[in-house]
């Protein structure tokens, strides 16, 4: 991306519209709060294997199973929190 906007006109000023820094923008912030909620489950006990991948909910919508990934962390997370007596809804199956 960077790249194809730079070219030949690096020291620009105008290389990139404020909608290309905005929408870049977007994309960063929602990775950087997927691995924020990701590292506070990890602080919290949850192991690697009960945590869905941040790709699950980032790359090209969430899909079935990145939607039952993301469901087996938060009811995960749901059970963690309880266990250490913080209260948060629980999130029963079946």
Do not use: W, Y
Request: a negative charge.
């Amino acid at each position: 991306f960077v790249a194809d906007k730079l070219g030949d006109n690096a020291d620009s000023p105008s290389a990139f519209s404020t909608e290309d820094l905005t929408e870049e923008r977007k994309g960063f912030r929602a990775v950087s709060d997927v691995d924020f909620f990701l590292g506070t489950c990890r602080l919290i006990g949850l192991a690697d294997h009960q945590l869905f991948s941040a790709s699950d909910v980032i790359a090209c919508g969430v899909g079935e199973e990145g939607t039952l990934r993301v469901c087996r962390t938060v009811r995960s997370l749901s059970v963690s929190c309880l266990e250490r007596g913080i209260q948060v809804p629980m999130f029963e199956t079946g």
